[in-house]
């Protein structure tokens, strides 16, 4: 069954052609589906046509499952359940400018990168872009929000997946992200975060997806890079930095870099060195990041003295830091963490 939620106006419209119903009914679905409302809900719209559709398509392809609330921050870890039952997750942050939820985009993944516990099972499906978008639509819902005031202001996409390996999709959500009818969340309120995909990098600059570009960079050394990244093989960072040095050149957007604190792996004061070199050239900002431990990989989080220490290396040296606050630890706040602990049994938090 197809998710309408995937589908713009005009092709909305065609789809009522083909029931042969009237196209300005359109925008009355449309409205209907992005504030998260189900066939039964949409009260102008005629009993046949709503038989119809309720006969062969899904309104709503995203289910707020479980919901866990971090008793230090406050934030929200959410499983959603998907129409084929399978099992995808994200994280509600509330700061002071408002809220963001970070999406997934796949189930599952295939970068194998070894701190991330997303890759354990492998690439299982692309999301539609319909349940990419249902994530923000369920929990807008679910905040009591509506398409006057939403509850979202903005959204990353960090969850399980590798967003630019599921390019085609991706692009289609933010189009409908930012549909004046629907949500109208621009694209300068969307991060993307990619392993380095520099060929979607490239697309993106070119077709004109002005969002916030955020690399998961993770080493300044190639070595250690593919050691816990294997798309560097095929990406190297040399290629990856002039990908970045395109997407800003392209869109007069500041890349931003994440890079992970793992003891003796990326935590070295020449390391830091060499990631102030290579980030110059073009406005850059590099986030440091606390490892959040995944108990089927051996790596472990760096000490708090040698994350300060590396920060202080990377100002001194002219770059543009921070380190970024931990969210959510207690309740499996890491890409891939909560799915694969609901699925083993391990429910109650």
Same mark, same amino acid.
């Given at each position: 069954?197809?998710?309408?939620?995937?589908?713009? &106006?005009?092709?909305?419209?065609?789809?009522? !052609?083909e029931?042969?119903?009237?196209?300005?009914?359109?925008?009355?679905?449309?409205?209907?589906?992005?504030?998260?409302?189900?066939?039964?809900?949409?009260?102008?719209?005629p009993?046949?046509?709503?038989?119809?559709l309720?006969?062969?398509?899904?309104?709503?392809?995203?289910?707020?499952?479980?919901?866990?609330?971090?008793?230090? $921050?406050?934030?929200?870890?959410?499983? %959603?359940?998907?129409?084929?039952?399978?099992?995808v997750?994200?994280?509600?942050?509330? %700061?002071?400018?408002?809220?963001?939820?970070?999406?997934s985009?796949?189930? /599952?993944?295939?970068?194998g990168?070894?701190?991330?516990?997303?890759?354990?099972?492998?690439?299982i499906?692309?999301?539609?872009?319909?349940? @990419?978008? /249902?994530?923000?639509?369920?929990?807008?819902?679910?905040?009591?929000? $509506?398409?006057?005031?939403r509850?979202?202001? &903005?959204?990353?996409?960090?969850?399980?997946?590798?967003?630019?390996?599921?390019?085609?999709?991706?692009?289609?959500?933010?189009?409908?992200?930012?549909? =004046?009818?629907?949500?109208? +969340?621009?694209?300068?309120?969307?991060?993307?975060?990619?392993?380095?995909?520099?060929?979607? +990098?490239?697309r993106?600059?070119?077709?004109?997806?002005? +969002?916030?570009?955020?690399?998961?960079?993770?080493s300044?050394?190639?070595?250690?890079?593919s050691?816990?990244m294997?798309?560097?093989k095929?990406?190297?960072?040399?290629?990856?930095?002039?990908?970045? !040095?395109?997407y800003?050149?392209?869109?007069?957007?500041?890349?931003?870099?994440?890079y992970?604190?793992?003891?003796?792996?990326?935590?070295?004061?020449?390391?830091?060195?060499?990631?102030?070199?290579?980030?110059?050239?073009?406005?850059?900002? @590099?986030?440091?990041?606390?490892?959040?431990?995944? =108990?089927?990989?051996?790596? &472990?989080?760096?000490?708090? $003295?040698? +994350?300060? &220490?590396?920060?202080?290396?990377?100002?001194?040296?002219?770059?543009?830091?921070?380190?970024?606050?931990?969210?959510?630890?207690d309740?499996?706040?890491?890409?891939?963490?909560?799915?694969?602990?609901?699925?083993?049994?391990?429910?109650?938090?």
């Amino acid at each position: 069954m197809v998710d309408l939620l995937s589908l713009d &106006n005009l092709e909305l419209q065609g789809l009522l !052609k083909e029931l042969g119903e009237p196209s300005f009914r359109a925008k009355q679905i449309f409205s209907w589906l992005h504030k998260g409302v189900d066939f039964s809900g949409m009260k102008n719209l005629p009993k046949g046509l709503i038989d119809k559709l309720s006969s062969s398509y899904i309104a709503n392809p995203v289910k707020i499952l479980e919901t866990y609330t971090s008793k230090i $921050d406050g934030t929200i870890k959410l499983l %959603y359940l998907l129409p084929d039952n399978n099992i995808v997750e994200g994280v509600l942050m509330k %700061y002071k400018y408002g809220n963001t939820l970070c999406v997934s985009t796949q189930v /599952g993944c295939r970068m194998g990168c070894k701190f991330c516990a997303s890759c354990l099972d492998g690439l299982i499906r692309n999301l539609t872009a319909g349940e @990419i978008l /249902g994530q923000i639509v369920a929990v807008n819902k679910f905040l009591g929000g $509506d398409l006057t005031n939403r509850a979202i202001t &903005n959204v990353v996409l960090m969850g399980s997946g590798e967003p630019l390996d599921n390019y085609d999709n991706v692009t289609k959500f933010f189009k409908l992200l930012e549909d =004046k009818n629907g949500l109208n +969340i621009s694209m300068r309120n969307i991060s993307l975060s990619t392993s380095g995909l520099c060929n979607n +990098i490239y697309r993106l600059a070119d077709e004109g997806y002005h +969002i916030t570009l955020t690399i998961s960079l993770h080493s300044s050394s190639n070595e250690y890079r593919s050691s816990i990244m294997p798309i560097n093989k095929k990406y190297p960072i040399e290629e990856l930095m002039k990908a970045a !040095k395109y997407y800003f050149d392209k869109t007069g957007r500041r890349v931003i870099f994440e890079y992970c604190m793992i003891e003796g792996v990326t935590d070295s004061e020449e390391q830091a060195k060499k990631l102030a070199e290579i980030t110059k050239g073009f406005p850059t900002h @590099i986030n440091l990041i606390r490892l959040n431990k995944v =108990k089927e990989r051996d790596l &472990n989080r760096a000490s708090e $003295d040698s +994350i300060q &220490n590396f920060l202080k290396v990377l100002e001194d040296n002219g770059a543009s830091a921070t380190i970024r606050r931990t969210l959510g630890s207690d309740i499996d706040g890491a890409c891939g963490q909560l799915r694969r602990k609901y699925l083993s049994g391990g429910k109650n938090h």
